[in-house]
C-alpha cells in the first residue's frame, strides 16, 4: 500500500472541498428519499403501511446507512487505497498478480471478479439517470394529474440536454454543484424535521429489534423489502471511487456532519407522515410539502437528480479511461475539458451509449417504480465483490490475521448476501438489464486482454533478440540517414518488427535509433521523476521506457522532451515516429473461440489510431503493416 498522493486538507481549502465533495460524492445517494420509502412500503410485496411496518423498515434503513456507509465504507473499504486512489479498477489493481504470473492463479481469479464488478458500475450508469430524473419529473403529477400524458417527454428532454452538454465539460456547472446540494440536503431535514416534531415515535425505529420484528411478523415478503431498503445505500461505491479527488477527510466529515443526519430525518419525516396518513405512501416524499412548495421542490429535485447522474457519467467515463489505460479495452476517443483537473473527461462513444441506454430504459419501464425493480441487482453484487476484494487486500496488504480478516468479511457479507439476495428476485423483472450490461463489458474486457495476450505471443515467435540485432548492426555498413528514428514496441527485449522492415524496404537507418516501450502501471500517476529511462545500448541505438499510471493519459513528445541528452536531441521536426499496425485474422489456431477473435478484430479495427492516442505528430509517422493469425 502506498502512500496517499493528497496531503491531508485544512482550514479554508477544507471547507470548499468538503462543499465540492457534497455535490459530487452524495448525489447519487442524496436522490434515494423521493422513492426508497415509496418501493419499501409499496403495495407490491402485499404488506400494509400500518405503524409497526413503517417503523420496522424505518430500523432498517437506519441501519443500513449506518453499517453500509458509515461502518464499511467510511471506516474500512476507505483503507484500501491505490497511492489515495479508490473505486472497483484502483482495488482490482491492488489485487492483481505480477506481470509474470500465469493465468489460472487465485490472483488472475480476484481479477475477473474485480473487471465484473466494474462491469456492473455501467449498468448502474444507464439506471441512475433515468431512475432519477423521472421520480423528480414525476412530482408534477403530484401537484396536479395534467402534467401525467408529460411525465415521459420532460424527462427525455432533461436526460437529452444533460447528455448533449457533456462534450463542454462539467466545469461551470460544477461550481455550483455543492451549494445545490447543500441546499438540496438541507431541504430534506427541514422536510423531514417538520413530520417528525408531529410524531416522534418514529425515533423508536432507531432500536433494531423492530427491524428483527419486521422480518418475523412479514416472513418471505418481508424479506423481499429489504431489495427496496437497500435503495437508500445505492451511492456508497460512489464514497470510495470518488476518494482520489477528494481525500477521506472531507468526504467522512460530511457524511457524518452533513448527508447522514439530514438523511436520517427525511427517512423518519416520510415514515412519520405515512404512520399519520397511509394513503401518503403514494408519494411521501411530495406530500410531505406544502403546496406552496411543491412546485419549487419539483424543480429542486430535478437539479439534484441532475448533479446525480452527472456524478455517475462522470464515473463511466473515468472507468472507461482506466480500462483503456491497463488494457481491458481498445484506444478510445477522451477528450479533456478542463486544462487544470485531469479527471474532467469526455468519451463520445460512452456518452451516446449512456444516453440511448437512458431513453430506452424511460420508454420501455414508464415510472419510477417500474424502474426500481431493476435497480439493486447490479450494486449489490458489486457491493459483495468489494467486501470480497477488501479482505484480501487487509489480509496481503495491511498484514490484518487471518481471524480478523474473516471475522470482518463475515459481518460484512452477512448483510451485503442480504440484500444480494432479496434483490436476485427482481431479475425477471427488469434486474436482468444491469447483468446483460455487465456480461457484455465483462466480455469486451477480457477478449481484449487476452487478444492483445495472444496477439503478443504469437509475435513473440518471430522476434528477434535485441542482442542478435545489435550483433548484426556492429559488423553490417548500413547506410546511416541524419535524424533519429522512434520505434515503438511493447517487448523491451525484442527488435521492433518496424524496424526490421524499414532496413529489409529501405535498406537505410537513421543516425540515431530510440527503441520505445511504453507501460502502463497499476498505480493511478507515476511520479515525473519515473517517467523516463534512457540506455544507451550502442551505434547510436537507445532503448527508452515510459510509465504511465492508469489515470494518465500518453504523451510521447511531451516526454521524450524530458530527455535532456546532448547524444540524443530529440526536436519534432527532426524525429520519426515508426509503428506497426497488425491486421488481425481470425483462425482456428487454439487460443480463443472463433467468435471471440472475430470480435477481437472488430475491436482492434475500431480503436482509436495510435498517432492520436499517444499524442504524435501525424506528419512525422509512419505505419508499416503485418497480417497476424490470431
Known sequence: MSESHHPEPSGRYFYVLALTALGVVYGDIGTSPIYAIREAL??????SPSRDNVLGVLSLIFWALV??????YLLFVMRADNRGEGGMIALTALVAPPRRMRVGSRRWTLVLVGLFGASLLYGDSMITPAISVLSAVEGLEVATPLFRPY???????????????????????????????????????ALGLNQVVRRPEVFLALNPVHGAEFFIRNGWPGFLVLGSVFLVVTGGEALYADMGHFGKKPIQVTWFFIVLPCLFLNYFGQGALIIGDPKAIEHPFFLMAPKWALYPLVGLTTMATVIASQAV??????????????????????????????GQIYIPSINWLLMLACIGLVLGFRTSSNLAAAYGVAVTTDMVFTTILFAFVARDKFGWSM?????LAAAFLFVDLGFWGANLVKIPHGGWFPLVIAAVFFTAFTTWKKGRQILADRMQHNVLPIDLFMADLNESTYVRVPGTAVYMYGNAAGTPPALLHNLMHNKVLHERVVLLTVETEEIPVVDAGDRVTVKEIGNGVFRVGLRYGFKEDPDIPQALALVNRPDLPLKTMSTSYFLGRE????????????????????????????????????????????????
Request: net charge positive; proline share 5%; hydrophobic share 50%.
Open 583 to 630: 491486421t488481425l485474422i481470425a483462425s482456428r489456431t487454439p487460443g480463443m473461440a472463433i467468435w471471440r477473435e472475430k470480435l477481437f478484430s472488430v475491436m482492434s479495427r475500431n480503436a482509436r489510431p495510435a498517432t492520436a492516442y499517444f499524442g504524435l505528430p501525424p506528419n512525422r509517422v509512419v505505419e508499416l503493416g503485418a497480417q497476424i493469425e490470431l
Open 313 to 342: 457519467i462522470s464515473g463511466a467515463f473515468s472507468l472507461t479511461r482506466q480500462a483503456v489505460q491497463l488494457g481491458y479495452l481498445p484506444r478510445l476517443r477522451i477528450e479533456h475539458t478542463s486544462e487544470r483537473q485531469i
Open 67 to 72: 453499517i453500509v456507509i458509515s461502518i464499511k
Open 403 to 407: 481471524w480478523r480478516v474473516v471475522a
Open 42 to 47: 409499496g403495495e407490491h410485496y402485499g404488506l
Open 151 to 189: 411525465i415521459l417527454p420532460i424527462t427525455i428532454t432533461i436526460l437529452v440536454g444533460l447528455f448533449a452538454v457533456q462534450s463542454r465539460g462539467t466545469a461551470g456547472i460544477g461550481r455550483v454543484f455543492g451549494p445545490v446540494t447543500l441546499l438540496w440536503f438541507a431541504t430534506l431535514g
